[in-house]
């Protein structure tokens, strides 16, 4: 639950056409793993699984220490967006969820081990926190009823095969769409209102 003091917490992901989510950083049809965070206002932390937080790391020190070698790495120069969020993920709290992750090179990160820690950073007044994910977290927080706000990246293909987003979800979930945006190239950006269990138990 939200109060009009607590955090907000908004998770932004890039998916399929057909609800695939990607469970690494070799989706060839994903742009830039820096576009979620351009959906949202300005954030006070990001929110990571265990599972998906090795990668990241790794990934965005390497953009922040060495943009070349990530660029031979990804066969294109790295974007002027990219060594941005790389500055500014290195200077905002990071909160990854774990219980097998003992410790993080990550300059900003602490290993949080239980959803009542998470739960209890969502109650404390603050801006909004950005959902990185993966797709894992975001279900775990919508069948929490934590997750206020979910941003989509649409891309224009489909895979039929791998891990849906929703996959395992607890119960039905009624969302509420509230912006979308075309954009030149072809993607999608969906904004849903994810309504609590108490809102939808109340119809």
């Known amino acids: 639950m ?5 955090r907000q917490f908004i998770a932004a992901m890039q998916v399929t056409l057909d609800g695939r989510s990607p469970g690494g950083t070799e989706a060839d049809w994903v742009d830039s793993w820096a576009d979620g965070l351009e959906l949202l206002p300005r954030v006070d932390a990001f929110i990571l699984g265990g599972g998906m937080f090795p990668q990241y790391e790794d990934f965005w020190a390497a953009v922040r220490k060495d943009p070349a070698a990530v660029a031979d790495w990804l066969g294109r120069d790295v974007y002027p967006r990219e060594i941005e969020y790389a500055r500014v993920t290195a200077e905002t709290p990071h909160l990854v969820l774990s219980t097998t992750i003992k410790d993080a090179a990550w300059p900003t990160a602490r290993i949080v081990r239980h959803l009542d820690e998470l739960r209890a950073f969502k109650s404390q007044p603050g ?3 950005y959902v990185v994910g993966g797709a894992g977290l975001v279900r775990t ?12 990246i649409v891309h224009p293909v489909a895979l039929g095969a791998g891990a849906g987003l929703f996959d395992g979800i607890a119960q039905r979930q009624d969302l509420e769409l509230t912006d979308s945006e075309r954009t030149a190239a072809g993607r999608v ?13 109340d119809g």
């Open 2 to 6: 939200t109060t009009a003091t607590s």
């Open 127 to 129: 801006g909004p926190v």
């Open 141 to 152: 927080l919508i069948d929490e009823g934590m997750l206020d706000e979910l941003r989509l």
């Open 189 to 201: 950006h969906l904004t849903y209102h994810v309504r609590s269990r108490a809102a939808q138990a």
